[in-house]
């Protein structure tokens, strides 16, 4: 059981000018390094850690150099350089973000497109290194200790990660031995929740072939795979059909019912009213209003979108007052 907490969060993230990305001295930009491996490139698991390519690339080649920068630049040169790095462009993604969320909860965070939803997930499962604050989960500081944190979430982000060279089956049992699970376990785990969302059929097959909420659904299955104690939802029913989002709704249901955090975002205050004890609205990088979701309004599957709909938030936590989504 992990509460998860945040303190004056605040995320900029400092973009280039394109020109900028040019290589050093204002040269071309140096070459890609060769492309990775189908295993360097496939997703890691949280925790996983990034292997640098080699410096040599392939049999014979030469390692690109890049272009030496230039000893003698003349001073304008310089100068446009110097300026041309002050264009860069800041984002003020986060702007002193503070939550509480209780252990157990199943907490939404709303708001419009570019409002810091991702970003704040991002930080909280340590993707995403912020600026300035802290943020905890459980008694884990998320950013000091981010090995111990990686083992204790699992993560649906918003653009699917899966592994395209592999099978929706062999995603989970990698995703299991990643985490530590006996052979024995991963198998059983992993059938049980091909079984649950609906993939058994496919599961011998590569993920490559999938349709995008059957991609959606095996990302959610890979993230429970090792039973996190936080989970970590970021628009998990974008693009799902009725039923699916359904099923959606259900699985992260009896996923908490053991007592597990979930943090999910969306657009959808249907789908916030149904699942949510509490939900936070957040615009232009800072939380608007803080409460239990509003009023009951038919939990049809058709889409609200939050930046329209009624807020309609109440103060407090409503656990004990949820409703069915059927
Ligand atoms: N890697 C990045 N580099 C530069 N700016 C970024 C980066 N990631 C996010 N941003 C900016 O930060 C702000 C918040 O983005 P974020 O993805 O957190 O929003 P969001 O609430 O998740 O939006 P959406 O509902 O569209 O998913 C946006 O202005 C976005 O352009
Ligand atoms: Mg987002």
């Known amino acids: 059981m992990a509460r998860v907490r945040t303190e004056s969060l605040r995320k900029v993230f400092v973009v280039p000018p394109p020109r900028a990305r040019r290589g050093p001295r204002g040269g071309p930009a140096p070459a890609p390094s060769r492309p990775a491996s189908p295993t360097a490139a496939s997703p890691q698991p949280p ?20 272009p030496e920068p230039d000893a003698e630049e003349p001073e304008p040169a310089r100068r446009r350089r110097r300026a041309r790095a002050r264009e860069a462009t800041r984002v003020v993604a986060l702007d002193g973000v503070s939550l509480d969320v209780p252990s157990g909860e199943i907490f939404g965070l709303l708001g419009p497109n570019g409002a810091g939803k991702t970003t704040m997930v991002g930080i909280l499962t340590t993707r995403v290194r912020p600026t300035e604050g802290r943020a905890w989960i459980g008694e884990d500081d998320v950013w000091r200790d981010p090995v111990r944190v990686k083992r204790h979430i699992g993560v649906v982000p918003q653009r699917p990660n899966l592994d395209f060279q592999l099978t929706a089956r062999e995603i989970l049992l990698f995703h299991g031995a990643y985490f530590g699970m006996s052979g024995k376990d991963r198998a059983r785990r992993a059938d049980e929740l091909l079984e649950r969302f609906q993939l058994t059929g496919r599961g011998g097959d590569l993920v490559t072939g999938y349709s995008g909420g059957m991609q959606q659904r095996l990302s959610l299955a890979r993230a429970i795979m ?38 999910l975002t969306t657009h959808y205050m249907d ?36 930046s329209s709909a009624s807020t309609g938030i109440r103060p407090g936590c409503r656990r004990c007052s949820r409703r069915s989504p059927a």
Request: aromatic fraction near 4%; glycine fraction near 8%; charged fraction near 20%.
């Open 47 to 66: 925790g996983a850690v990034a292997t640098a390519p080699p410096a040599e690339g392939p049999a014979g080649a030469r390692p690109t150099a890049a």
């Open 226 to 263: 090792h039973e996190p104690e936080v989970l970590f939802l970021d628009e998990p029913s974008a693009g799902l059909d009725p039923q699916t989002r359904l099923l959606l709704w259900e699985i992260v249901r009896e996923y908490n019912a053991a007592a597990r955090t979930v943090i």
């Open 271 to 306: 789908e916030a009213d149904t699942l949510c004890d509490r939900i936070a609205i957040i615009d232009h990088g800072r939380v608007i209003q803080q409460g239990t979701p509003g009023p009951s309004r038919p939990p049809s599957p058709a889409a609200t979108s939050s």
